[in-house]
């Protein structure tokens, strides 16, 4: 059985850092494809990062998110910073057990086969 479980959340001023941490068990990360998403009030869920061999963020994210696994914890970071107001969301933790085909569809909610049920992100202006 497959859990995710998501944490690091909270509040923070604009400018301010934050490291989501994304606890699996039940998979082997090596293995895996791992991605995050999130979803602001009133939005749809959209792509934020995901990684197996590779990286991989929404463009407009580069060079202030990064994503890492740590294998032998078998957890996932999202490490943010340069927060913005507009970062508001709720953050999710995705999984599948293989890696993709093509790479572009770690980007599509579709591939990722469990899910985590969240942590929130508020950043203050």
């Known amino acids: 059985q497959v859990q995710l479980v998501e944490s690091g959340g909270g509040l923070v001023q604009a400018g301010g850092s934050l490291r989501l941490s994304c606890a699996a068990s039940g998979l082997t990360l090596s293995t895996s494809s791992m991605g995050w998403f999130r979803q602001a009030p009133g939005k749809e869920r959209e792509f934020v990062a995901a990684?197996?061999?590779?990286?991989y963020f929404l463009d407009s994210l580069k060079g202030r998110f990064t994503i890492s696994r740590d294998n032998a914890r078998n957890t996932v970071y999202l490490q943010m910073n340069n927060l913005k107001p507009e970062d508001t969301a709720v953050y999710y933790c995705?999984?599948?057990?293989?890696?993709?085909?093509?790479?572009?569809?770690?980007?599509?909610?579709?591939?990722?086969?469990?899910w985590g049920l969240g942590t929130h992100v508020t950043v203050s202006s």
């Open positions: 995705a999984a599948n057990r293989y890696h993709p085909y093509d790479s572009g569809w770690l980007r599509l909610q579709s591939h990722y086969d469990y």
């Open positions: 990684i197996t061999d590779t990286t």
